[in-house]
């Protein structure tokens, strides 16, 4: 198993651009998630999907977007990127929706400049 | 969970010692505590959890232990090594909750 798979692995985005993050895991986990990572911060989420079909807000969704078509696919979208948007994403992946063990992937590093 | 604070944010043992990490948290319905190491420039990964029907919970020089009635839980490494340098965070559920919330992370430092 590969388990979850983020690319890129970097990007850089000028303001006003788009782009896709994609995220997809092969371990036929229902609950996926996306947390951005601020230095000093810790993690915080930005959108989940309790399984294909469906996905809700997290903590941070203002300028990002997603969609669950399928169980291993879940991609995050990010529209006209703005500074604040500069972070580490990380996709990550559960079998239990309460809250069990995550499987992280490698995480996207984003600049937005 | 609504808020999880932790402390301390950086954390200095000698190759050895003990290592005590504590989160408090907010929401007494809370139902699930892990603990995630965080090498640095790698991904988060679960280093042990525990539920809310456990007080304690050991793997070997590692364990967490839950006080439901203060609200907090501590993360405890015994016997520290250099390859134990990280950034810990904890999180807790909430109550029915598909969202973890963080704390800010611990960077713990182990002095050869």
């Known amino acids: 198993n590969a388990g979850v798979t983020q690319t890129p692995k970097f990007r850089i985005l000028k303001i006003g651009q788009s782009m896709t993050l994609q995220c997809t895991q092969d371990?036929?986990?229902?609950?996926m998630y996306w947390y951005r990572q601020d230095p000093g911060m810790g993690l915080k989420l930005i959108y989940y999907?309790?399984?294909?079909?469906?996905?809700d807000k997290g903590e941070v969704p203002n300028g990002y977007n997603v969609s669950r078509s399928t169980t291993e696919d879940f991609p995050l979208r990010l529209e006209l990127a703005a500074p604040s948007q500069t972070s580490v994403y990380f996709c990550?992946?559960?079998?239990?929706?309460?809250?069990?063990?995550?499987?992280f992937g490698n995480g996207t590093r984003l600049t937005v400049t | 969970g609504e808020n999880v604070e932790q402390h301390p944010s950086t954390l200095s043992v000698q190759e050895g010692d003990s290592a005590v990490i504590k989160c408090t948290y907010s929401?007494?319905?809370?139902?699930?505590f892990p603990w995630y190491k965080q090498e640095l420039g790698k991904r988060p990964q679960l280093i042990i959890d525990?539920?809310?029907?456990?007080g304690e919970k050991k793997d070997q020089r590692i364990a967490v232990t839950l006080n439901k009635t203060a609200k907090h839980f501590s993360l405890h490494i015994t016997e520290t090594q250099p390859e134990d340098s990280a950034v810990y965070f904890c999180?807790?559920?909430?109550?029915?909750?598909?969202?973890?919330?963080f704390g800010k992370g611990t960077k713990l430092s182990v002095i050869p």
């Open positions: 525990i539920r809310s029907n456990v």
């Open positions: 371990m036929n986990h229902n609950y």
């Open positions: 929401d007494s319905a809370s139902n699930y």
């Open positions: 999180a807790d559920s909430g109550a029915g909750s598909y969202q973890l919330t």
């Open positions: 999907s309790v399984g294909a079909g469906i996905t």
């Open positions: 990550a992946s559960s079998y239990e929706g309460d809250g069990g063990p995550l499987h």
